[in-house]
């Protein structure tokens, strides 16, 4: 009787789900609070709209249109933060571009994607000779009326829901750091960041009041979905020109900040910055690294509450976030308990560890298996990839590569990574794009790279080479060539030259380089 024709959807029950409607809500409900700061210049949310309005306007009059893609590689300014709200809102793809990215990956990206344009503004405008898409550079500033400005002029009305017939239509397209080679587009639908984006309001405990600083690049999973959550809370938008350690901390100040997310080294340039706390304390989000109790304890003086996350650009961000456990238990325990990647929120499916016939491991926190995640939170598959897309969702979930244990409390805690993948800031590189690179040197017969230790950094790459007979290469000759060709945060931090070892049929035997690599850092 349940399938009665009376009881089937129809447009007074049912709509699409999208975190437009996240705004559309706060526009009516929060509209004249705070929404957006930056500098000394404060939006409320409805100020706010208009500019998400006079850029949809904008984007509008040159054409743009349901499924086009529209590139942006800005700061953590107001325009990029209205972008996710304005570019889809036409019922097109935001594509949001890593600013590190050198001019051949970004230009890859414009290709790959088909973007109909891009934006972008003075601080990170690339260098793109004969660029295929046109370029738009925003203003410096508010008041400058030089450049294109979205924060003067009438706006126009916009319907920030019409466009979206289907939940499951693609909202953003986020492009890896190239973890196997070449960067893969990673598709989102409405739906998916919709319940991400609560997910994350519910396990960050982000309300009306809290005010969150833009330490996280928008660029990264769309800011981990916090683009949207914060919006959907209506709470304060904090935007940050820069990852500076005394902007930041002045900022914290000013604004009364609450919550704010970054990779490792931000709060390890916080403790080497800071002289005395904030007056308010800040929930800080993080991922990438296990927090040391040296961390712990720095930042538990400087009035900030830490909470360790784990996740994926295929995963919208964050899938689990960390159980801190007894605060009051000493820094070895609460570090033990912290370095954990924790349980899934709401909104996401379960965390699993499964060996390699895919049964779940035992929770014993010590049989190793591989995270696997399957849920409304994980991306719809990759841009243009069939392939690509089949095999990472082989057996029915989304196979990460990151290799875990499952704790007897549900806490999966990650052991390893997949071999290729280091994470240095906050950021993946690819050994294998690194090790493309210097095998480009005509002196160069051998390269391997693989992850070195970095207090500062969590990781960075360690490079062995193994030269051609007869050929020598000082490290800074090699240094200047890999300043040509990759980005900063990819080059190698260090040279090691010598035979590689190598297995009977010739394979590099990168576990030994690993090894090695530990070794080096201790011996500094």
Known sequence: MFTDPHLAPRAANTRPLTPLDHLARTLEVHG???????????????????VVARMAGWLRARGVGKGD???????????????????????AVLNAINTRLNTDEIRYILEDSGAKLMLTDP???????????????????PSDTSALNFFQGPAPVLDLTGEITDEHQPITLN???????????????????????????????????????WTLPMFHCNGWCHTWAVTAAGGLHVCLDRVDPKLIL?????????????????????????????????????GGAAPTTAL??????????????????????????????????????????????????????????????????????QTVGEIVLAGNTVMAGYFRK???????FRGGVFRTGDLAVMHSDGQIEIRDRAKDIIISGGENLSSLEVETVLHRHPDILLASVVAAPDPKWGEVPCAFIELKDGRSLEPTALEQFCRQHLAGFKRPKRFVFGELPRTATGKIQKFILRDRARDLVGDT
């Open 32 to 50: 004249a609070r705070a929404g957006v700061a930056w500098g000394d210049t404060v939006w409320t949310y409805a100020e706010f709209g208009d």
């Open 69 to 91: 893609v529209v590139s942006v590689m800005l700061i953590n300014r107001p325009e990029m933060l209205a972008a996710h709200f304005a570019v889809p809102a036409l019922g």
């Open 123 to 141: 601080a990170c405008r690339p260098n793109l000779p004969d660029c295929p898409v046109p370029i738009y550079t925003l203003c410096d500033t």
């Open 175 to 213: 492009y890896t750091s190239g973890t196997t080679g070449r960067p893969k587009g990673v598709v989102y639908t409405h739906r998916g960041v919709c319940l991400n984006a609560l997910g994350n309001v519910l396990a960050l405990g982000v309300t009306s009041e809290s005010r969150y600083l």
């Open 250 to 286: 002045e900022t914290i100040t000013a604004r009364a900040v609450t919550h704010m997310s970054c990779a490792p080294v931000v709060l390890y340039m916080l403790l080497e910055h800071a002289t005395e706390a904030p007056a308010t304390r800040v929930r800080v989000t993080t």
């Open 296 to 365: 712990l304890a720095g930042l538990s003086k400087l009035g900030f509450d830490l909470n360790h996350m784990y996740g994926l650009t295929e995963s919208y961000g964050p899938a689990t976030i960390n159980d801190p456990g007894d605060l009051e238990a000493d820094l070895e325990t609460r570090a033990a308990l912290m370095a954990r990647q924790g349980r899934r929120h709401l909104t996401a499916g379960r965390a699993r560890v499964v060996d390699e016939a895919d049964r779940d491991v035992p929770a014993d926190g």
């Open 386 to 392: 069939p392939e690509a897309t089949e095999e990472a």
